[in-house]
């Protein structure tokens, strides 16, 4: 594979054979960071919300409503002007994903789900997004997903472990036999908390308490995992 390897943790390697990944979608599969950082702007700017790009980067893996309250730093709404404001926020950013089609998924993805599929490997996607059946539709990537979940699927958001389990019961495997992607500190924390093996993709400061951390998908293939998680 190119990609460089910025650090692996030892206890990352099993006896049991690998034979799922799971997915998350924003920052993993699609750069739709972007898009939610502008929707939250746009909003924020509306209703006089302190907010910025740093800002911003804190509600990665985040779901909707929890994105909100933690920009709104302890204020607090009527649950209707809750709703209407996370309303308005996805109407925003369902704009955006009209816009969407194979040209957003990023460096690496194609040729890695090709090389899933050819390896015999289970596809999961578990995302914090309500967004992520029709995301998933238009990257034009349905076809190589099995399962697709989101944290609406289960009780307790990112970063309890229960979409991820929820994608592997789905999968008909053991949390042990899947490997997870993800870009966020809470789905990194998700992600190890379901006893998974946990691929993190971006910086150390952000994801690296995952057991390998990895710039991006670019390059990767499924014997790289095998080798460094299978014993
Ligand atoms: C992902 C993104 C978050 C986003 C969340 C909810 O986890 O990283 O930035 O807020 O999904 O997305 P949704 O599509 O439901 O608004
Ligand atoms: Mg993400």
């Keep these: 594979m190119n990609a460089p390897l910025s ?3 030892p206890s990352a390697t099993s006896s049991v054979p690998l034979r799922g990944a799971i997915f998350d979608m924003d920052g993993v599969l ?4 972007e898009f939610h950082y502008q929707t939250w702007q746009r909003l924020a700017d509306e209703e006089r919300i302190p907010f910025d790009r740093q800002a911003n980067e804190a509600l990665r893996g985040l779901s909707r409503r929890d994105s909100l309250l933690r920009m709104l730093d302890g204020r607090t709404l009527p649950e209707a002007k809750m709703q209407e404001l996370l309303d308005r926020k996805n109407q925003y950013f369902r704009e955006f994903v009209k816009t969407m089609s194979s040209d957003h998924l990023l460096p690496g993805v194609r040729d890695f789900l090709d090389d899933l599929r050819a390896a015999g490997v289970k596809t999961a996607v578990a995302s914090a997004s309500q967004n992520v059946y029709v995301v998933v539709e238009q990257l034009g990537i349905a076809d190589d997903i099995d399962a697709i979940t989101n944290v609406y699927c289960v009780d307790r958001p990112k970063p309890a472990p229960d979409v991820f389990l929820h994608a592997a019961e789905r999968l008909n495997l053991s949390p042990s036999e899947c490997v997870v992607f993800e870009d ?47 014993k």
């Design 7 to 9: 650090a692996i943790r």
């Design 30 to 33: 699609t750069d739709t960071i």
């Design 184 to 230: 966020a500190e809470s789905g990194v924390e998700a992600a190890l908390a379901a006893k998974m093996h946990v691929v993190g993709l971006g910086p150390v400061d952000r994801v690296g308490a995952a057991h390998w951390v990895l710039p991006s998908l670019n390059g990767l293939r499924w014997a790289d995992l095998q080798a460094k998680f299978e």
